[in-house]
Every structure is written in structure tokens, then in C-alpha cells.
């Protein structure tokens, strides 16, 4: 069998890239770092043929050989074969149909480089809409490639794809003679040099070794040997990108005449531009935009309320049952108390997380989340962002994590900056298990006018104080971070496309387990040694409290029940959880907040979902049996303070909301903000002012409620 392909996807951002990836590789793929960069790398396997596999990597999207962003250095220094640990053997390069003469720049400067390269061709659907009519075989032949048509959502031609990736391995297609560019217009005598020093160069690939030395990882010799030989032929670089990009577009001019028949531009617009001026509208699109936030807030309480219902009665129901049937001692109470607390705390809020990440795959596959990029742009841009800040921002919804790498395609140093430190204040989906059983706690369940619920808006409104207080901190922060940079935003649109479904169902199963495996662990970890630090203390402190209310009970046979209750309670407050709550009580006790929540505020820390298997254990152990069929949510709105008083009133309820809205609750995104800015300096700014905008805030809202 011969030796795996290693196969390099490029292509123009938008192209289709990103399906194509995946109908090669299926499930068969991984996300990593470039070797020395924090950009991502998504890697995968594809059979080709039955003899025949294949690693693809999916590069960077870039629109030429001139880059500009750090992405594109990536992407660059891989086709240049500047990158010593990525080697790719075939160029698989994805081209629009319905935009080929823009793509066709790309593509000509890749033939040029003389690797073998594959076109897979594109958005051939949206080419017919538009009436372009393409030439294939002609196509074809005055590229000197194979150029295959696709569509990876209804996979047709991926077939013909690997057949043709397969041909071009056995070398049954040869690389074209002939340049794109007359090479003899760039200082001929410049180029020899650079291949006499490097044999085998292509004039093409020997121009860009003139342009972009500085660059690349050579020695100090071979730099200044290029360096001479530029000065030597009066080689400007400026000048040669500027000349051949004006011959490359001739000849694209003369490729296009020969193999593509396009519709009269007076034609009626698409439909994909006629909802543009509706969608962004500088009115209308605002209004719209907002509507479909409430819509999406709203259904995650419309849609997930039965499942949730029904998986909450029957974690009580099984509690109840199992302490039926099991004898009274530590195993029953551990899995009772311990694993299934912490089990029905990560189960509860599967469809919630399941609903908010079919949603907003659901917007980004039909194209409407770049169009809120594009009306954000004004908004950023007063706060010192720009529109590309609004992608991270919003994919800080889902988790601040994968957010703040995302930051990596902001060139401005300034704007990344400022973007990484507010994008941990937008309410990420560890957030909302606490929003959902905090809000069902003080927030009553009516429908008003039938659709509206105060629950929905009440959630919409913790959405939206993130996002103002995002704005908020980077148009402070702005004044102390100083940069020259000047900042551009360039945004392609792309057409409006029917949602994938099967893409849609992926992601939300996908995103479930991540929770379920990835979150859950650490909750069910966390649940099971609260149970351990809730159930013991230091003996003499547990045996004094025990024997206290074994006299009285003994005492008062009348009472007997109220003592044994109380003894519970006590045996809680004096075990090694509720020392350790007891003693931050006087640093919280100003925002409304007992023992217990403290308690919750430590472990949540490791991951802010924790903040529900704590409760489920706090308020599990020492628990009757006759009780353990009741719900977290029952339990919770039950407890009252010393005085008699609930716990969970408005005032604390809305300021333990405000808390989690504004504090830097997440050991993880300290780790990514100290890796993307590679110093302890600004995560430890971020949990300092964070920290303390969420105690400020949630006192005012405690203060303002009680």
C-alpha cells in the first residue's frame, strides 16, 4: 500500500472550504495549533481510494500569495514551502463558481508555484441562479488542472474529486509549462540568481524569495546573498506585486472570455440582495436583528421546558425510589447525594445547551451571522473594535474558550487585545444552567399574550448586560492600551443558503456531549468531594453538635422530629464544606448571599456550571429519605436563612444573576487569555476587574431590590 498523501485545502475565505473538509473527512478529523503559532490547524483522514489514504489540512483562508493577517502568514509559508512541519504533496484549492474571476488570482499564482494542484469547483447552484454558465473542459484546459465541480452539502462529485486527487498522485497529470506571468518583465536576471542559488525553483516561487526573504527561516548568509542580488538588480518588490497582478488579471480577463458566459449586469438583483436591503437596513436591520435575539432567548425556555421538566421528575423520581429500596448508610447516601446530585445537575440542561447551539449554527449557516457583524461594525467601533471582533464576541455565547483563539484573525494588535478582554463578560453556555434554575426560582412562569415570557426576557436581559458591559470595559480599556496600527474592516458577505440540517443536528449532538464529558466530568468530580467535605468535619466539632440535639431530642420526645432536623443542619455547618463557607460568609453576606452560595462561588470557579451540582449536593445531604423525591428547584425554594426569611428571594436571586453575568468564573479562560497573550499580566488584570465589577454590581442590584 502506498505511503498516506498529505493533501493542503485552500482556497478564498468563504469558498466552501469548510464543506468540503468535512465530506472528505467525515468524523475522521482534529483541531490543533500550527507548529509555533496559535492558529488553528483542522486536520483529518480520507480515504481516497481503496488503496489510496490521505491526511488533508485545512490551511488558512487567504485571497493571494500576499498575505496580510497572521492567518494568511500560515497558509503562505506552507505553499511556499517555508514550513518545515507541514509538507502537503497535492494542493486542493476551492473555487467559487459563482465569483471564479476573483478566484482565479489565487489560483493562477498556485499553478505558477509548479505543485500539482486539484480545483475543486464550488457554489455551482448559485452560479446557475446568477445565469454564469462555466466551460469545464475548457476551463480545464487553459488552467493546465483538473477542475472538478462539487457540491459537499448533497455530496456530488466527491467521487470524481478523489478520482481526480488519485490521477494527479500517479502523476497522470503534469504541471503546465507555461507561467500565468511573464516572468521576463520582473528583473529576469534577479530570478536566475535566486535559482542558481536554489535549483528547482519555479520563476514564480523565485520571485516571492526576493519579495518576502525577510520572512522566512533562513540563514544569516542566504538573507544577505538575496539581499544583494535585489540591490544588485534594482529589484523592487512594490513595483513586481503591483505588475503582476495587473498580467494575472489579463490573463484571468482573457480565461473568463473563453470559458465563461455570465448574465447581463442590468439584470434584476438576487433574491440574495434584495433581502440584504431589508436584513441591513439602517433602520429595519437593527429592529430585525433584536427580534431574532428574543426569538432565540425565547425558545430556549418555549422549546426546552418539557425536556427539562421531564428529565428533572425523573432524577427525583429515581432519588426516591433508590432510597426506597436501600438500606441507610454511606454507599446509598454517596450515590444518592453524591453521583446522582451531580448527575442530574450536568442531565437537566442537555436541551437548553442542545436548542442555543442549533440556533446560532442555524444562523451561520444561513449566512445572517455575518450580516451582524456587518451592522455591529458602527457600534465596535465606538467602543475601539471593529467588526471582526463581533464573530469572537459572539462565539463567546457558546464559550469563551474557543472565542478568544478565534480573536487570532484581528490583525490590529490593539482591537485582538481589547477583544480578548471583553469577550469573557458575553454569557457563554456554562452560564446558563445558572441563569435557568435561578430565574425559575424568582421569576414566575406566565405566558403573557400567550407567547411572552417574563422568564425568556428576563434571560434576554442577562444576554444584553454582558454585551453592554463588554462594550463598556473595551471602550475603557481602549484609553490604556495604545497602538498606531490603523484598522480596516473588509467583510464578505456570503449568499443566503438553506440551513444543513443534518450539519445543525451534528453540532447540537456534538456540543451536548462536550458538555456531558467535558463539563460533566468536572462537576461530577467536584459533587462527589463536596459530598466527602459536606459529610465530615473535625470530630470533635461534629460529636459536640450530634450529642446537642441527641439530648434535646431525648429531652423533648414532643419535638423529637424538629431536633433531628436540626442536627442535620447543624452537622452540615460544622463539617469541612461549611467551615469553609462560614468563613467568606462576611465578605458576601453584603451581596445577600449565605454559607452555602458561598460554597457554590469557590467550586464554580473550576467551571461556572458547577455552581448547580453544588447546590444539588448541598442540598441533598443530610436530607430525609421521605424527601428525596423532591427536586433541586424544591429544595432550593424552601430554604430559609436563621431568621426565617427565603434564601432565594429577588433581591439575592437578581444580584447572584448579576454575579454570574460579570465575574471571571472559568479557570480555563484565564489559561487561554495567558497562552494568546503569552503573559500572566492581562489575565490577571481580567480576574482583578471582573472580580470586582461583579461585586460592586451585584451589591448595587441586592441593595436596590432588598
Known amino acids: 500500500m502506498p505511503s498516506p498523501l498529505h493533501i493542503a485545502l485552500v482556497g478564498n475565505p468563504n469558498s466552501g472550504k469548510s464543506s468540503i473538509f468535512n465530506s472528505l473527512t467525515g468524523l475522521n478529523q482534529k483541531i490543533g495549533n500550527f507548529p509555533g503559532v496559535t ?85 455551482m447552484d448559485l452560479a446557475n441562479k446568477k445565469n454564469i454558465q462555466i466551460d469545464i473542459a475548457g476551463l480545464e484546459r487553459e488552467l493546465g488542472v483538473p477542475v472538478i465541480p462539487v457540491n459537499p452539502r448533497k455530496n456530488k462529485g466527491i467521487k470524481e474529486l478523489k478520482k481526480a486527487i488519485e490521477q494527479t498522485a500517479e502523476n497522470l497529470y ?66 513586481t506585486q503591483a505588475e503582476e497582478i495587473m498580467q494575472r488579471y489579463g490573463r484571468i480577463k482573457h480565461i473568463m472570455k473563453q470559458t465563461v458566459v455570465e448574465a447581463d449586469p442590468l439584470q434584476k438583483a438576487l433574491f440574495t440582495e434584495k433581502l440584504d436591503n431589508i436584513l441591513l437596513h439602517r433602520t429595519w436591520g437593527y429592529l430585525i436583528l433584536i427580534t431574532v435575539l428574543f426569538l ?38 454517596v450515590l444518592i447525594n453524591g453521583v446522582l446530585a451531580g ?49 469572537p464576541m459572539i462565539s463567546g455565547f457558546a464559550c469563551a474558550v474557543p472565542a478568544i483563539m478565534s480573536a487570532r484573525n484581528i490583525e490590529n494588535k490593539k482591537e485582538r487585545l481589547l477583544t480578548i478582554m471583553c469577550t469573557p463578560l458575553m454569557s457563554c453556555s456554562a452560564r446558563l444552567p445558572v441563569y435557568t434554575i435561578l430565574i425559575a426560582l424568582i421569576i414566575p412562569s406566565h405566558l403573557y399574550f400567550g407567547f411572552l415570557s417574563v422568564q425568556g426576557l428576563v434571560m434576554m436581559a442577562l444576554y444584553l448586560l454582558g454585551t453592554v458591559m463588554a462594550l463598556v470595559t473595551a471602550y475603557i480599556f481602549k484609553w490604556f492600551i495604545k497602538s498606531i496600527e490603523r484598522s480596516y474592516f473588509i467583510l464578505e458577505l456570503p449568499v443566503y443558503r438553506g440551513p444543513r440540517w443534518k450539519n445543525i443536528f451534528y453540532t447540537m449532538v456534538e456540543k451536548a456531549k462536550v458538555f456531558v464529558f467535558n463539563a460533566g466530568k468536572i462537576i461530577m468530580v467536584i459533587s462527589l468531594l463536596l459530598w466527602v467535605l459536606s459529610s465530615y468535619g473535625p470530630k470533635d466539632r461534629m460529636s459536640e453538635a450530634s450529642k446537642k440535639y441527641e439530648t434535646l431530642a431525648a429531652a423533648n420526645p414532643s419535638q423529637a422530629d424538629q431536633y433531628k432536623k436540626e442536627r442535620k443542619t447543624a452537622l452540615l455547618e460544622n463539617s469541612y464544606a461549611g467551615i469553609l463557607g462560614k468563613s467568606i ?81 472559568c479557570m480555563s479562560t484565564l489559561a487561554v487569555v495567558k497562552r494568546e497573550t503569552r503573559s500572566w499580566k492581562w489575565p490577571i488584570i481580567q480576574l482583578v476587574y471582573m472580580t470586582g465589577l461583579a461585586y460592586v454590581m451585584s451589591w448595587i442590584v441586592y441593595t436596590i431590590f432588598k
Open 585 to 665: 460568609q462576611p465578605a458576601i453576606e453584603p451581596l445577600g448571599y449565605d454559607w452555602k452560595i458561598g460554597i457554590a462561588l469557590i467550586t464554580s470557579f473550576a467551571a461556572r456550571e458547577v455552581f448547580v451540582g453544588t447546590m444539588a449536593t448541598l442540598y441533598s445531604v443530610g436530607e430525609d429519605k421521605d424527601k428525596d423525591n423532591t427536586t433541586l428547584r424544591q429544595k432550593m425554594q424552601a430554604a430559609v436563612r436563621p431568621d426565617g426569611t427565603k434564601v432565594y428571594d429577588l433581591a439575592t436571586g437578581l444580584s447572584l444573576l448579576v454575579f454570574y453575568v460579570l465575574a471571571m468564573q
Open 174 to 239: 503534469k504541471t503546465p509549462a507555461r507561467d500565468f506571468i511573464d516572468s521576463n518583465a520582473f528583473a529576469p536576471e534577479a530570478i536566475k540568481e535566486i535559482q542558481n542559488r536554489f535549483p528547482g525553483f519555479s520563476d514564480y516561487r523565485a520571485i516571492h524569495y526576493l519579495i518576502n526573504h525577510e520572512n522566512f527561516d533562513l540563514d544569516e548568509v542566504t538573507q544577505d546573498v538575496i539581499e544583494n542580488i535585489e540591490i544588485r538588480n534594482k529589484f523592487n518588490p512594490t513595483k
Open 343 to 391: 448527575l442530574s445537575g450536568i442531565m437537566i440542561f442537555i436541551p437548553q445547551i442542545m436548542i442555543l447551539f442549533g440556533l446560532i449554527t442555524l444562523l451561520e449557516d444561513t449566512g445572517y451571522m455575518a450580516r451582524i457583524s456587518f451592522l455591529t461594525d458602527k457600534v465596535m467601533r465606538k467602543a475601539g473594535l471593529n467588526g471582526k471582533s463581533v464573530m
Open 296 to 333: 432565540l432567548f425565547q425558545s430556549i425556555f418555549w422549546v426546552a421546558q418539557y425536556p427539562m421538566d421531564a428529565i428533572e421528575w425523573s432524577f427525583a423520581k429515581l432519588g426516591g425510589f433508590l432510597s426506597s429500596i436501600l438500606s441507610q448508610g454511606w454507599f446509598s447516601d
Open 39 to 123: 492558529v488553528d490547524k483542522k486536520t483529518g483522514i480520507s480515504n481516497i481510494s481503496e488503496s489510496l489514504k490521505a491526511y488533508i489540512i485545512d490551511l488558512p483562508g487567504a485571497y493571494s500569495l500576499y498575505p496580510k493577517r497572521h492567518d494568511e502568514w500560515v497558509s503562505y509559508k506552507v505553499l511556499i514551502n517555508q514550513d518545515k512541519d507541514v509538507m502537503a504533496d497535492i494542493f486542493l484549492l476551492i473555487a467559487d463558481a459563482s465569483n471564479l474571476k476573483r478566484n482565479l488570482l489565487f489560483c493562477s499564482q498556485l499553478i505558477d508555484l509548479k505543485k500539482p494542484v486539484v480545483v475543486a469547483l464550488t457554489m
